[in-house]
C-alpha cells in the first residue's frame, strides 16, 4: 500500500507548479473516495517517511516544518531548489 501512496503523491505533485502544495486528503480520496478519512493516518506514515528522506516537505501555516512538530492541518510540496 504504501508505493502506491509514494505512487498517488508524485502524480498529484507532478500536476501542480514548483512550490506548490497538495493537501494528504487529496491523496486519500484518490485512494478510497468513500472512505477517504481512514486512509489518512497510512498516508501520514509515508509523507513523514518520504519527508525524513528528503523526498517531500511538510508545511504547516505555508512554512516547512519538521514531522515530529507538524499538528493539526498541513500540506506536502517537493523541496525546493536550492538557489
Known amino acids: 500500500m504504501s508505493q502506491l501512496i509514494e505512487e498517488t503523491i508524485a502524480a498529484l505533485l507532478s500536476q501542480v507548479r514548483e512550490g506548490e502544495?497538495?493537501?494528504p486528503n487529496d491523496v486519500a480520496k484518490l485512494l478510497n473516495p468513500e472512505g477517504?478519512?481512514?486512509?489518512?493516518?497510512k498516508i501520514r506514515a509515508v509523507i513523514?517517511?518520504?519527508?525524513?528522506?528528503?523526498?517531500?516537505?511538510?508545511?504547516?501555516?505555508?512554512?516547512a516544518t519538521e514531522p515530529e512538530e507538524v499538528r493539526g492541518i498541513y500540506r506536502i510540496r517537493k523541496p525546493l531548489a536550492e538557489e
Open 36 to 41: 477517504w478519512r481512514r486512509e489518512l493516518p
Open 48 to 63: 513523514v517517511g518520504m519527508t525524513r528522506q528528503g523526498r517531500l516537505e511538510m508545511l504547516r501555516k505555508g512554512r
Open 21 to 23: 502544495s497538495i493537501s
